[in-house]
Nanobody
């Protein structure tokens, strides 16, 4: 059973940066992608970004392109989310997720097998 542990959330001002980390307890051969979703109060969980372990290929939601960057450290079984130029609308609980499915529809939460507990990101105006 893979466990995902997020860290790095917090309260920042608009325009600031934050880096989130997600450490996996193990990375099985069948873990194809890892990434991030977020959920704001009263809204559905939405896709943010994901990275494919083998190739490093990345996908981003339009709302974060050019501001957020996902990366991975294979040796540490960890993915990172560098968030720059944060906006108040980025405020949400950010969840790390991993999928063992391939092909996978990266934007659909149901295609992910493992989830972290979430970390709060709050951006004040």
């Amino acid at each position: 059973q893979v466990q995902l542990v997020e860290s790095g959330g917090g309260l920042v001002q608009a325009g600031d940066s934050l880096r989130l980390s997600c450490a996996a307890s193990e990375r099985t051969f069948s873990t194809y992608v890892m990434g991030w979703f977020r959920q704001a109060p009263g809204k559905e969980r939405e896709f943010v970004t994901v990275i494919k372990w083998s190739s490093g290929t990345t996908w981003y939601a339009d709302s974060v392109k050019g501001r957020f960057t996902i990366s991975r450290d294979n040796a540490k079984n960890t993915v990172y989310l560098q968030m720059n130029s944060l906006k108040p609308e980025d405020t949400a609980v950010y969840y790390c997720a991993a999928s063992t499915k391939w092909p996978v529809v990266v934007t659909i939460p149901d295609d992910y097998d493992y989830w972290g507990q979430g970390t709060q990101v709050t951006v004040s105006s």
